[in-house]
C-alpha cells in the first residue's frame, strides 16, 4: 500500500454543528485504537478512496455507503507504515474498527458513522450503525442541495 494521499477525509456535520465520527473517535477509542484507525485512514483510505473496496480493508454497503475495516494491531500498522510505538503496552492488542464512508467530489471521503466492531461484535448492532451511517448520509445529501 502507497503512502501517498489522493484523497481527502471530511467529517460527517450535522445541523448543530457536530461531527460524530471526529467526536466518537476523541472520546470512544483508546489512544491506542486512534493512532490506529489514524495511520489506517492516513496510509489507506486516503490512498485507495472507494478502491479500498478492491481490499480487505473496505466493503461496498451499497446507495452510495462503503465500510472501511480495520482489523489489525497497532504494531502491524506501524510495522506496514511507519512510525513509532509508544512504551503503553497495548499495541499488540487487536483493533476491530468500522468507519462507513461516502465517496464525493474531487476525491473526497465523508466520514459518516464508526464503531467498535471488538466491543459490539454483533450483527444488530453492525446494521444499527450502518443506518445510522445511511441517516446522515440522506441528511447530508439534503442540505447539499
Not at 41 to 70: D, I, S
Amino acid at each position: 500500500m502507497s503512502g501517498s494521499r489522493e484523497f481527502v477525509i471530511e467529517f460527517y456535520e450535522d445541523e448543530a454543528g457536530d461531527q460524530p465520527v471526529k467526536r466518537w473517535m476523541r472520546e470512544g477509542l483508546s489512544a491506542t485504537k486512534r493512532r490506529a484507525l489514524g495511520k489506517a485512514m492516513q496510509h489507506v483510505l486516503q490512498a485507495y478512496g472507494t478502491a479500498v473496496c478492491k481490499t480487505r480493508y473496505g466493503r461496498q454497503l451499497g446507495a452510495g455507503l462503503f465500510e472501511f475495516r480495520l482489523d489489525e494491531n497497532l504494531r502491524e500498522i506501524v510495522h506496514k507504515y511507519g512510525g513509532k510505538l509508544s512504551e503503553a503496552g497495548d499495541e499488540g492488542d487487536p483493533v476491530l474498527l468500522r468507519v462507513f464512508c461516502h465517496a464525493h467530489g474531487n476525491k473526497i471521503i465523508l466520514l459518516l458513522g464508526g464503531y467498535d466492531k471488538g466491543s459490539s461484535p454483533g450483527k444488530r448492532a453492525q446494521s444499527q450503525q450502518i443506518e445510522l451511517a445511511r441517516k446522515r448520509l440522506r441528511d447530508w445529501k439534503s442540505r447539499e442541495q
